[in-house]
């Protein structure tokens, strides 16, 4: 019975609750295309029901109202919950619309929903971040990178007890980009909250994510020279057209980009047909545009090593890009006029992270910063929130309680530079030599972030290979990966847990039996 009399307010110490309700949604039909439910595969189901029961509290002496969303299913209930994250500056929440994606997802697939808003149901950081003029909220701030995960997995235990009658036997956390930051975040935080955790394309460092981004604009800031969008996409497809064929395979797409050593100077002076202004025309590729280029896939390591960010892997898309459902920001993203001067177009995150946490003005102008005030603003980024959003590189209790973590990370990826990953786990296996026991991360070549992407290599049966690790012992050594149309076809590979790679045995039949993992 989907009654709000049946679930009494959980006990969260520390919390006072609000508000308790309950409400049946009915007959659903859920039609969700591939990862769009984070780390799962397509969806089409009808006649969903389930019992979504709403609940608000806040922390003693605070001002705040936190909202925790739960989906229990009518029927079907698989007897596991399922702990469904957020993106970009949102915690979760059923408003926010892919959160609400996946707890339908979830749902269908038989599993107990829930989703915390930490306290912001706003999707927009200018709403909450500052709490006055010059002022940062840092308790929300706390909410959102910390607190608010465990006490969504008390809420969600509870709530699920008293409607079934029993807990859940197993709980899971499911999560891409800043979900998979909360998804480790709870592992090395809160170790008991979940059993097992996907955390993919994880945008761990939110400091470096919020001010790395930043980098190229700055570069060409500095330089008084932008390039086109249309120069980065030619030099990117250049790019990929001469490492394609480095693993034995012509597909369209760079799987070994560390050891990818085009120079984009080859292609200077080639035409291309530019729209970037609204008007085709006939350009050159710059010198402009292969600094800029070169710039990016460095990162600001490039000019100094102090400053602890990546680049992006050749392969990754530099700009701006429309997917209809969304928008993918590229850092070196430009707008040009039909008089033919550009001016940068910062990504929406580093833009927020800088003017809001930073310089705490919201009309902070951002194309004034030189590289010389990147690197003292990285600086004071790191003073000031580096302990906030810090992941420690410690899941010694998590592997203790007997947990497990997968991720993937894109190489293609343009937001959450490859190397951020790479850097955590081995930060982890530092600690522990056998840190394949619990937490797998899987490369996937082509990929950009979560699935946005116009190719590459995605393994929808990532979240399956969790629960199967977690309650059957079986460990994944691959994955099954697939890309999307590539003109009319499908293509099939293995992604495999790193330092592995996958590798091509040259039979030509491009099945998941053709490709095989190895150092």
């Given amino acids: 019975m989907c009654s709000p ?59 705040e109202t936190i909202t925790v969303d739960v989906y229990l299913p009518t029927s079907g209930w698989n007897g596991r919950m399922q702990g469904i994250g957020g993106g970009g500056w949102t915690a979760g929440g059923a408003n926010a619309p892919f959160t609400n994606i996946s707890m339908l997802g979830a749902v269908v697939d038989g599993y107990s929903a829930v989703t915390t808003d930490a306290g912001h149901a706003s999707l927009n950081p200018y709403d909450w971040v500052l709490k006055s003029p010059g002022v940062v909220n840092h308790h929300l701030l706390e909410d959102f990178s910390s607190s608010s995960l465990n006490e969504l997995s008390i809420i969600g235990k509870s709530v699920i007890e008293s409607h079934y009658g029993n807990p859940p036997l197993y709980s899971y956390w499911n999560g891409c980009s800043q979900g998979g930051r909360q998804g480790l975040k709870l592992a090395s935080q809160y170790p008991t909250a979940f059993d097992g955790i996907a955390a993919s394309a994880p945008a761990l460092d939110s400091v470096g994510l919020g001010m790395g981004s930043l980098w190229p604009q700055v570069f060409m800031n500095t330089l008084g020279q932008y390039s086109k969008n249309c120069e980065l996409m030619a030099i990117t497809e250049a790019a990929i057209e001469y490492c394609d064929s480095d693993d034995g395979l012509v597909d369209n797409i760079i799987s070994y980009p560390d050891s990818c050593n085009f120079d984009p100077y080859s292609v200077v002076n080639r035409t291309i047909t530019c729209n970037d202004s609204g008007d085709p025309e006939i350009v050159r590729i710059s010198e402009i545009a ?18 602890p960010w990546w680049g992006l892997k050749k392969g ?4 701006e890009e429309n997917f209809g459902f969304m928008i993918n920001p590229g850092l070196a993203t430009t707008v040009c006029s039909r008089n033919g001067t550009c001016v940068g177009k910062p990504t929406p995150i580093s833009e927020q992270w800088t003017r ?12 004034t910063i030189t590289i010389e005030d990147f690197k003292k603003l990285f600086e004071i980024s790191l003073e000031e ?20 973590v997968i991720s993937y990370q894109g190489l293609a990826d343009s937001i959450v530079p490859p190397n951020s990953t790479r850097h955590y786990f081995e930060s982890v296996a530092a600690n522990d030599k056998k840190v394949h026991d619990y937490y797998r991360v899987f490369e996937a070549p082509g990929l950009g972030h979560c699935t946005f992407s116009a190719g590459g290599y995605y393994a929808e049966g990532i979240f399956e290979a969790l629960v199967s690790w977690v ?27 790193y330092p592995q790679k996958p590798y091509y045995n040259g ?3 491009s099945t998941t039996d053709d490709f095989y993992c190895g150092d």
């Fill in 316 to 319: 990754a898309r530099l700009i």
């Fill in 507 to 509: 039979l030509g039949s």
């Fill in 356 to 367: 809001l946490l930073i310089k705490k003005d919201p009309n902070f102008d951002v194309s």
């Fill in 5 to 63: 009399s049946n679930i009494p307010y959980p006990e969260l110490p520390g919390a006072q609750f609000t508000s308790l309700g309950a409400s049946l949604v009915s007959n659903l039909t859920v039609q969700i295309p591939k990862g769009g439910y984070a780390n799962h595969g397509a969806i089409d189901a009808e006649g969903v029901s389930y019992c979504h029961v709403t609940t608000t509290y806040g922390h003693t002496g605070q001002n």
């Fill in 385 to 404: 929130y580096g302990q906030d959003f810090k992941v420690e590189p410690n899941l010694d209790a998590f592997r203790d309680a007997g947990g497990k």
């Fill in 471 to 497: 309650e059957s012992g079986v460990v994944p050594d691959r994955l099954a990966a697939y890309t999307g149309p590539l003109n009319g076809t499908v293509r099939s590979s293995i992604l495999c847990p």
């Fill in 290 to 307: 292969a600094k800029v280029a070169n710039a990016t896939w460095a990162g600001p390591r490039s000019v100094d090593d102090s400053i």
